[in-house]
Nanobody, 126 residues
Framework: QVQLTESGVGLVQAGDSLRLSCAVS????????MVWFRQAPGNEREFIAA????????VDADSDKGRFTLSRDNAKNTVYLQIDDLKPVHTAIYYC???????????????????WGPGTQVTVSS
């Protein structure tokens, strides 16, 4: 059974940086296309960034391209999302997701992912 678990500091101040973790169990993380989404109150879940099986990363052009950095540690079977210079508008629940069929060129669509973490709340105070 594949399980994804997000973690990271939940409450930060504007201007801070934060690194979220997504630990994968039941499957080797490099066998999966892995992505991060976020969902702010009242909004739909939106794509942030993805990493393919080969380690190629992509960040959504509309989501503060220079603010998000995605990385992976194969030894820890974990994917990370670094967020710099946080602002209150970044307050949201952050989700990681993965799918074997997305490992070559991960999709930005939520419906293409089989495995999801429960999400982790990030709140940015001004």
């Amino acid at each position: 059974q594949v399980q994804l678990t997000e973690s990271g500091v939940g409450l930060v101040q504007a201007g801070d940086s934060l690194r979220l973790s997504c630990a994968v169990s039941g499957r080797t993380v490099s066998d999966l296309g892995m992505v991060w989404f976020r969902q702010a109150p009242g909004n739909e879940r939106e794509f942030i960034a993805a990493i393919s099986w080969s380690g190629v990363t992509a960040v959504d052009a509309d989501s503060d391209k220079g603010r998000f950095t995605l990385s992976r540690d194969n030894a820890k079977n974990t994917v990370y999302l670094q967020i710099d210079d946080l602002k209150p508008v970044h307050t949201a629940i952050y989700y990681c997701a993965g799918d074997v069929d997305q490992k070559v060129e991960p999709s930005y669509l939520t419906e293409n992912y089989e495995y999801w973490g429960p999400g982790t709340q990030v709140t940015v105070s001004s």
